[in-house]
């Protein structure tokens, strides 16, 4: 297994024993919280995740902020993730669900993709304008530039939260298991170069 992050993110990937690989430097106005998010305004509905209709177009702004700021830290990621990827050739991309380079990876190499949730499925659907609405135009030509279909889905959702929790979605649940990884290299290499484009 092989963890693909920003550079400014390997040494906590290390530090759990896991293996890093670099993808990308993560310039500090991509990554920079957009002023919209920074002061949400109002009271949201405690189900608004699944009733989006219910948010204020004030609220709706600050998503569609969030998902633009995820788009753009995608782009930063992609073509460095997609390079390794096909390097790799893994049979599976894991990935944060709202790190969308993770998508567009499993696209551009046609396997499956998995969305691992941190704990609240609450910010999902970012990646959609509305969260239920087609994908955000950012998004879907980021998609469409490796050959990826905008409007796929990760094949299945990991949850950690406990059922009480979890939303009433197509999810896989997760328990905690215990690794003793030394973080040692081993399996395939890949040789690392700078890729010259999609």
Excluded: N
Excluded at 126 to 131: A, G, N
Excluded at 143 to 166: I, N, Q, V
Excluded at 186 to 193: A, D, M, P, Q, V
């Amino acid at each position: 297994m092989r963890v693909a992050v920003p550079s400014g993110c390997a040494a906590a990937v290390a530090r759990a024993g896991l293996v890093p690989v670099r993808i990308c430097a993560l310039p500090p106005a991509v990554v920079r919280a957009p002023e919209a998010a920074r002061r949400p305004r109002g009271i949201w509905p405690a189900d608004w995740p699944v009733r989006p209709a219910a948010l204020t177009p004030e609220q709706h702004g600050v998503l569609r902020a969030l998902g633009d700021r995820q788009v753009r830290i995608a782009e930063a990621m992609a073509q460095g993730l997609v390079a390794f990827a096909r390097c790799w050739q893994p049979e599976l991309v894991v990935h944060d669900a709202s790190a969308y380079a993770g998508t567009v990876a499993a696209g551009a190499l046609g396997v499956p993709a998995v969305g691992q949730l941190w704990g609240s499925a609450a910010v999902l659907r970012v990646d959609r304008q509305r969260l239920e609405g087609p994908p955000l135009p950012g998004y879907a030509r980021l998609m469409r530039r490796y050959g990826a279909d905008p409007e796929r889905e990760p094949d299945l959702w990991l949850d950690p939260c406990p059922p009480s929790l979890a939303l009433p979605r197509g999810r896989g649940g997760c328990r905690c298991v215990s690794s003793r990884t030394t973080g040692r290299r081993h399996g395939r290499r890949c040789r690392r170069t700078r890729p010259a484009g999609p």
